[in-house]
T-cell receptor, first 115, second 109 residues
């Protein structure tokens, strides 16, 4: 148990569906992250939020829309996804978005399958 | 460009020692992380190195050579539960983590 929870753990959706992924951290951290993890590829950073403000957006397609209503919660809204978007989506948090020793704590991920 | 290289898969025997290597090329350098990820679970922190040398933590040790852009994770007295993927991540000058693809470690009895 890392102090970061994600729901749902598994999600199957069609290309025309709209769904949302939820992440919650119980660590009092100020930064939250969304990552995409595909088989045999490095973790891809999608979004970074610091104190509810987006500070990083690594050229992610607009069909992925993040929302950070407060420092403990992070959402990833999904719409009109493509089959290549099937992956494990990981949420993480850290004390701050920068700093040399800035351990990130990860949630268990949502396994997303797009049909 | 920035890049982290580590072997895709390694196999070792229970009770033995294994060394997982990682070479990095980052714009600036502010340390290197190792994480462990069991199948279907969250990555969990193992170690952080920013100075040259070996850091020992129980059965796991991590080594860094900044001049060579090289790190390794050393696992001793391997147990079946050590079967997992091991992720190497360098921290660049913007304090962004640059991740490797991970090394899948298979432990055989």
């Amino acid at each position: 148990e890392t102090g970061v929870t994600q729901t749902p753990r598994h999600l199957v959706m069609g290309m025309t569906n709209k769904k949302s992924l939820k992440c919650e951290q119980h660590l009092g951290h100020n930064a939250m992250y969304w990552y995409k993890q595909s088989a045999k590829k490095p973790l891809e950073l999608m979004f970074v939020y610091s104190l509810e403000e987006r500070v990083e957006n690594n050229s992610v397609p607009s069909r992925f829309s993040p929302e950070c209503p407060n420092s403990s919660h992070l959402f990833l809204h999904l719409h009109t996804l493509q089959p290549e978007d099937s992956a494990l989506y990981l949420c993480a948090s850290s004390r701050s978005p920068g700093g040399s020793y800035n351990e990130q704590f990860f949630g268990p991920g949502t396994r997303l399958t797009v049909l | 460009g920035q890049n982290i290289d580590q072997p895709t898969e390694m196999t070792a025997t229970e009770g033995a020692i294994v060394q997982i290597n990682c070479t990095y090329q980052t714009s600036g350098f502010n340390g290197l992380f190792w994480y462990q990820q069991h199948a279907g679970e969250a990555p969990t922190f193992l170690s952080y190195n920013v100075l040259d040398g070996l850091e020992e933590k129980g059965r796991f040790s991590s080594f860094l050579s900044r001049s060579k852009g090289y790190s390794y994770l050393l696992l001793k007295e391997l147990q079946m539960k050590d079967s997992a993927s091991y992720l190497c991540a360098g921290v660049d000058s913007n304090y962004q983590l640059i991740w490797g693809a991970g090394t899948k470690l298979i432990i055989k009895p």
